[in-house]
């Protein structure tokens, strides 16, 4: 690894983001997602299905403010297809002393300040500020005197507390808690919830590590990893990162430690591997195929790009970049999503890639981003980029409504919603977004990320600017102590023009601007004895002056796409991207049966502007057939063969993340050809 290329993302407080298409989903997280989420929180969503999030936060306080200590009576949640949750028995009369939700459910919380925190760098307002400060006051009051925070466990008995790693989700709670607490600090400046998450993580340092007589533990649903890399990075503890890399070289060893947890499982299983859904099968280094479920695979896998990145660990490096080449070249989706299977949310066997099926979790995308970021902070290398491009503007995007009051956890590519409602193979796939979910992961990890764009778009070291998306932005960028504005302006993701103006002052900064992969050609106002190409960027290298612009065009192709053919569910079928945006039939725009189409990919295809539920989007046209249907008979299930009856029609491609915006209707990605 070279270090002299290493970067990091930018502090959001000095990125400004201007673009009119990431500006406007980031004010709908700010308008409609940060408000929404902190009622439903509140359980104050009529018809959506109670958080019991701050309900436990406060149960937790109440209790410690009365000195109690529930130890005597455990509940064990019950376990459901997603996880563990408790309920209360009479759901209209929560009881203030007890637990309910997933155990998890401190988590929803965590991740709203998160996203609380990041908005306010872009939008201050005190109003908001002051709400968040109020719920920092309930959360921290929950923690116990010895820096415990974790609010099932609080409340159903400290003595059990690290007995369930594998699936109780305390170390997933103390990841978010720590990412929370570091983004409302780098916002806002005030560090309450940071000092009680550095107390909590001192707590857990204490617990777990190699030393003789602590916990060999490590999390079962991974994040813990790259958090504690974050706060180690605020608050220069290297504590944290110590303990971090302690739960990433412990994973997986044998005998494994979830074994001592769960003998069950040892029986069910003793000479082969376990523990794959966990990714704890194998030490990390020698994991070469991305497997279980997928949010926790690739929240462990960004983990690890930190770990390599400070520890100049280049197996581990190469570990990351295997996974990552297994994910690119064999599960991922065109949408960016990842996650084949709903059994155990996760990935499947390689290749296997079933579209009306498909889980491809809008977490997990949103993790594949966290990957490719830290990928890129280590390597510059665009083919990071342009998965993660892919991912966001595809299912990360898809998992929110066009209008920010409804999500998608699921995230098909092929959908008939007669089957949703009566396939159980494909319950999990909705046909429309869905307000809340009783597991709400994906609403307020959507907010995170969307709030914090930039931190994906740009990284930068000492006397480099890494311009991996290009969205529209002010940037403030030191050089030898000189402040660098530079400006980015596009029309992504419809027009491929981007302006970069330096306002330069005489110092000397390299701009590295990423070419996408998709872009077949591109042009840039600058002379070719100027600049140098590696990896997909293009490094220029200036001395800029007051004002300076560059420009580049990368011309957005219609593109037209087969998968491999070991993709058996894609097999004699395309799909249509331009530019970073991946593009669905749906039937409001092609009629019902959209199985009965196929594409005439070599026919002249054309761009139209258009508008999907309000949202300004490039439509695709393109010439197609439709098979005609026989007129019905009885007994003709099956037929001799016979040349198919097909009428010439337009089709008509919406991009993938607007689809079913326009009420219950059918989708599909791919289409025959
Ligand atoms: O287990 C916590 C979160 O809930 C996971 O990341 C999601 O996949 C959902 O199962
Ligand atoms: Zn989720």
Redesign the pocket.
Known sequence: MDKQKFSSPLSLRDVQIKDAFWKKEMELVRTEVIPYQWAALNDQVEGAAPSYCMHNFKAAGKQNEERREQGKEFREPVYTF??FEALPEDPAHPEDDKFYGFV?QDSDFYKWIEAVGYSLTQHPDPELEKIADDAIQIVCAAQQDDGYLDTYYILNGKDKIFSNLKDN?EL?CLGHLLEGAVAYYQATGKDQLLNTACRYADYVADYFGPEEGKCKGYPG?EIAEMALVRLYETTKNDKYLKLAKYFIDERGTRPYYFDQEHPEEVKKNPDGLRYEYNQAHLPVREQDEAVG?A?RAVYLYSGMADIARLSDDDKLFEACNTLWNNIVDKKLYITGGIGGTHIG?AFSFNYDLPNDTAYA?T?ASIGLVFFARRMLEMYPDSRYADVMEQALYNTVLSGMALDGKSFFYVNPLEVLPEACHKDERKFHVKDIRQKWFG?A?CPPNLARTLSSVSSYAFTENDDTLFVHLYIGSDVKKKVNGQEVAVHIDSAFPWDGKVTVSVDGANVPLTLALRIPGWANSYTVSADSSEYTIKDGYLYITRTWKKDETLTLDFPMEIQVWNADPRVREDIGKAAVTRGPITYCLEEKDNGTDLHLLTLDWNAPAFVKDSVVAGEPVKEIVMHGYREELPAPKAGTLYRPIQKAEKKPVELNFIPYYTWANRGENEMSVWVRV
């Open positions: 997603r996880g998890f989700h997933y649903h479920h949010v949310e979790e977490c597991c992961c």
